[in-house]
Structure formats: C-alpha cells, structure tokens
C-alpha cells in the first residue's frame, strides 16, 4: 500500500507523453465516446449516468484531501479548493445532478479549458504510474472535461455568445475574491500572488502583475475557440444564439 499511497514514490517518475499518459488520455477519450451512446437513451439512464460521474468526481476530490492530509500535506494555503478545477469538480458534480445550466456555461469555458491543460500537461513529478496521484490527476481533471462534454453531447446544453461574456465577467471577479483569501492566509490559488514554482507556461510570460493579464487573452483565445463549433452551427443554420 505504502508504493501506491506514499508520499515518497519509489517507482518511475511521470513521463510527460510517455506510455501510460497517452494511454491516460486514451481511456477519457474511450469513456467520452461511450457516453455518445446515451443521447437516444431514457431520460432516467440519462440521470443515472450523470449521478455516477457526479459520485465519481465528489468522492475522487474527498480521497485527494484525504491523502494529503495522511501524508501531512494538507494546509490552508495550498488545500482550500479555491483553484478553478478544485472548485468546478464540486459545481460541476451539483451541475450533472441538478442540470444547473449557469454552472454549465463555466463548465464549458472555464472547466474543458482548464482542465484539458492539466490534461495534456499534468503537474505529477515524482508520482507516475501506478500512484494514487497519477490516477486522482486524470478523473478529476478528466471527468470535469467529461462533465461539460456529458450535457453538451448527451443534455443538449449548449454556450451563448453571452455564456461567454458571463463568465468573463464572473471569473473576473471570482479572480478578485481569491486574490483576497491568498492575502489573508498567506496562499498563490490561481496564481495571482506569484508565478507558480514548477516549470510551466508561465515562465515565458511577462513578471507579476502583468502575466495576469496575458492569462486572460489566452483565456479569451481559449474561449473563442471552444465556441467555434457553435459559431459554425449557427451560421450554417442561418442563426446566432445571443441571450
């Protein structure tokens, strides 16, 4: 138990697009083809499989602050689920349980673009495969993109141009909110005190503050491009969807 759950893993460190990454990314790719599969089923086998993915996030989430605190790991300046995947794991569960369309529009925007990053470049280190980590990494950072793809593809929810505008607007402030809380306990949740202390994309942007506002053109980027497909929709069907 202790090579699966330690702290100090003695097997092989992550490899980034090694193996068992590409295979990580395979199986989410599988699972979110099979719920394809739902769209023409019941509207109670719908609710079902929601349920499940919902369960699956919130207990997965559980164990990851349950282990950290095994290891002593736990702490308010780096535990609090105040970064955005932390907390869309816990919304995005209440959004596939309730059909919460409002939570939807961040899922959409905020939760495939985020979570798609941590993805295709998880911040693991030393916990490859088979850790715990390596595993709590992948469904829960997969399920939230599996989650907005579950009631786009299978619910029939969709983003507006005002989606877009709204949770601009709301991250934006969340954004505001945060940089309060990282003052009063002495945290970096999303970022906004420092770059972060391992290597990533922030290293090749500008110092603090200004790297704050280059995040938000990518994010923007980001957004424009998950809207494409809509914005290809609609003009094919001769309309656009504001509201």
Same mark, same amino acid.
């Given at each position: 138990?202790?090579?699966?759950?330690?702290?100090?893993?003695?097997?092989?460190?992550?490899?980034?697009?090694?193996?068992?990454?590409?295979?990580?990314?395979?199986?989410?790719?599988?699972?979110?083809?099979?719920?394809?599969?739902?769209?023409?089923?019941?509207?109670?086998?719908?609710?079902?499989?929601?349920?499940?993915?919902?369960?699956?996030?919130?207990?997965?989430?559980?164990?990851?602050?349950?282990?950290?605190?095994?290891?002593?790991?736990?702490?308010?300046?780096?535990?609090?689920?105040?970064?955005?995947?932390?907390?869309?794991?816990?919304?995005?569960?209440?959004?596939?349980?309730?059909?919460?369309?409002?939570?939807?529009?961040?899922?959409?925007?905020?939760?495939?673009?985020?979570?798609?990053?941590?993805?295709?470049?998880?911040?693991?280190?030393?916990?490859?495969?088979?850790?715990?980590?390596?595993?709590?990494?992948?469904?829960?950072?997969?399920?939230?993109?599996?989650?907005?793809?579950?009631?786009?593809?299978?619910?029939?929810?969709?983003?507006?141009?005002?989606?877009?505008?709204?949770?601009?607007?709301?991250?934006?402030?969340?954004? %505001?909110?945060?940089?309060? *809380?990282?003052? !009063?306990?002495?945290?970096?949740?999303?970022?906004?005190?420092? /770059?972060? @202390? +391992? $290597?990533?994309?922030?290293?090749?942007?500008?110092?603090?503050?200004?790297?704050?506002?280059?995040?938000?053109?990518?994010? %923007?980027?980001?957004?424009? *491009?998950?809207? !494409?497909?809509?914005?290809?929709?609609?003009?094919?069907?001769? /309309?656009? @969807? +504001? $509201?």
């Amino acid at each position: 138990m202790e090579f699966f759950f330690g702290k100090d893993f003695t097997g092989s460190a992550f490899i980034f697009l090694g193996k068992e990454h590409l295979l990580a990314m395979a199986a989410l790719i599988v699972l979110n083809i099979a719920l394809l599969g739902l769209r023409n089923s019941s509207p109670v086998l719908k609710k079902q499989a929601a349920l499940i993915l919902a369960l699956i996030l919130w207990a997965n989430e559980i164990g990851w602050h349950l282990w950290n605190a095994s290891i002593g790991k736990w702490d308010l300046q780096t535990m609090l689920p105040l970064h955005v995947c932390s907390i869309l794991v816990w919304l995005g569960g209440w959004m596939l349980v309730r059909r919460d369309k409002t939570i939807y529009e961040y899922m959409y925007f905020l939760g495939i673009g985020g979570a798609l990053q941590a993805i295709l470049t998880p911040d693991l280190g030393i916990y490859g495969y088979p850790h715990y980590r390596f595993f709590q990494t992948f469904i829960s950072h997969g399920l939230i993109v599996t989650a907005a793809i579950y009631m786009t593809t299978v619910e029939g929810f969709r983003p507006t141009w005002g989606s877009m505008k709204r949770v601009m607007i709301g991250g934006n402030i969340y954004l %505001l909110i945060v940089t309060g *809380i990282n003052w !009063l306990v002495g945290g970096n949740y999303m970022f906004t005190m420092h /770059k972060p @202390e +391992t $290597a990533s994309l922030f290293d090749i942007m500008p110092a603090w503050p200004w790297y704050l506002l280059v995040v938000q053109l990518i994010g %923007l980027v980001m957004f424009l *491009i998950l809207y !494409l497909p809509f914005i290809i929709k609609d003009w094919r069907a001769g /309309k656009q @969807e +504001t $509201a």
